[in-house]
């Protein structure tokens, strides 16, 4: 399970799923960071901390059923509703790794082998026989693969940040002999030394700032893709892999990563890519800026027909883009023109009808 560069790189039966059912200790995902993160102060009191703090932030909007705009983000992302009934079981199944990965607890040196997921900053070092600087590296050759001897992990393929373009991978093979005291399924998330290795840090930032917070993403022309790079957003991509073993890099790598595939992946791909999980946490940090998507209902004051249809079509090219805007809150909605004839084919239509159809004051159908 890797990630690349190239990447524009947790209601009803929801009740167990948000806050309201707390977890008990016992029952929280662990994990423990190497000696190798904390080398890097902006990782342990930025990139980590935000890493948890967007997974959060994805179960508290998903929940809040005023939060229309990223109701839709989350359908877009995942063909499925997170406030229609007939997709709770799997929106619930979708907000599980968040909800895991929002309550996880750090252990120390001394529990470290009982951790439920190991983070690596150490770029993946191999030993090599022929260079005595790397004895006691943290992978060496063994048969047809490589041993982890820290982690008593397996891989049948060089250790990722040895392969070019990759950022982080997570490890979930073990490597039984020797393992005494480990964590039976224990995972070891691998973070690559390129990750941080940005010549342009302004256009692709690293790390969340509040700088980054106030730019004016829209101005700039800079959509959800320019947030790829950050490392919070590998530290999602990642734990998704972690904590939910059915969720890997799909359909192929080619069409894993970024927005654009985001976007393609079927309702069954899209539950199953990480990268969709890692991109809905973006859009859940930037709503908190005030960003979002752009709508496709046209604002009331639109009525003529050609600039009606220029809108949604301007505003179904800002989406596949990524584009990043802003609105002012609409206390009082006006009345909108619905065609309900032309409006029951596609899912971007249901998806209009049911952002209008939630006031009846919204409104004002016409039949041809």
């Known amino acids: 399970m890797l990630l690349a560069l190239k990447a524009c790189v947790l209601l009803g039966t929801l009740g167990s799923v948000f806050a309201g059912t707390p977890i008990p200790k016992d029952k929280h995902k662990t994990y423990y960071l190497q000696q190798s993160c904390y080398n890097r102060e902006e990782f342990v009191f930025n990139d980590l901390d935000r890493a948890f703090k967007n997974a959060g932030e994805v179960l508290r909007r998903a929940k809040a059923k005023d ?24 929106v619930k199944k979708i907000l599980k790794p968040f909800q895991d990965m929002s309550v996880m607890l750090p252990v120390s040196w001394d529990d470290r082998k009982s951790a439920d997921v190991r983070i690596m900053c150490d770029n993946d070092p191999v030993e090599d026989e022929n260079d005595p600087k790397t004895k006691g590296a943290r992978w060496v050759r063994h048969g047809s693969g490589f041993v982890d001897l820290v ?14 373009g990759f950022a982080g991978c997570t490890d979930t093979k ?10 039976p399924n ?50 999602v991509h ?22 654009p595939n985001v976007l393609a992946h079927n309702k069954d791909i899209s539950s199953k890519n990480a990268d969709n999980y ?10 908190n800026w005030g960003w979002t998507l752009p709508r496709t209902v046209p604002t009331p004051d639109i009525t003529d027909k050609c600039k009606i249809i220029q809108y949604v079509k301007d ?9 990043m805007v802003k609105y002012k809150d609409i206390t009082h909605p006006g009345t909108t023109v619905v065609n309900r004839r032309r409006l029951r084919k596609t899912a ?13 004051n919204f409104i004002r159908p016409i039949d041809s």
């Not at 990642?238 to 927005?259: C, N, T």
């Open 315 to 323: 505003a179904k090219a800002g989406i596949q883009a990524g584009m």
């Open 238 to 259: 990642e734990f998704m892999h972690a904590l939910d073993g059915e969720i890997e890099d799909l359909p192929s790598r080619d069409q894993a990563y970024g927005w």
């Open 278 to 287: 890692a991109f809905l946490s973006l859009w859940a940090m930037v709503a």
């Open 151 to 164: 982690n008593m992990m397996w891989s049948n393929e060089i250790p990722c940040c040895h392969s070019e």
């Open 348 to 360: 971007q239509s249901r998806r209009i009808r049911r952002f209008l159809e939630e006031g009846t």
């Open 186 to 235: 224990r995972v070891v998330i691998s973070l690559c030394a390129r990750s941080w290795e940005r010549s342009d840090t302004f256009q692709t930032p690293l790390h969340v700032t509040d700088e980054l917070s106030k730019r004016d993403f829209l101005a700039e022309k800079q959509g959800i893709r320019h947030l790829g790079f950050l490392i919070s957003y590998h530290l």
């Open 174 to 183: 073990t490597y039984s002999p020797g393992s005494s005291g480990e964590n």
């Open 67 to 90: 939060d229309k705009d990223f109701a839709e983000v989350f359908e877009l992302v995942f063909n499925v509703h997170p406030h229609d009934s007939e997709d709770a079981k799997a």
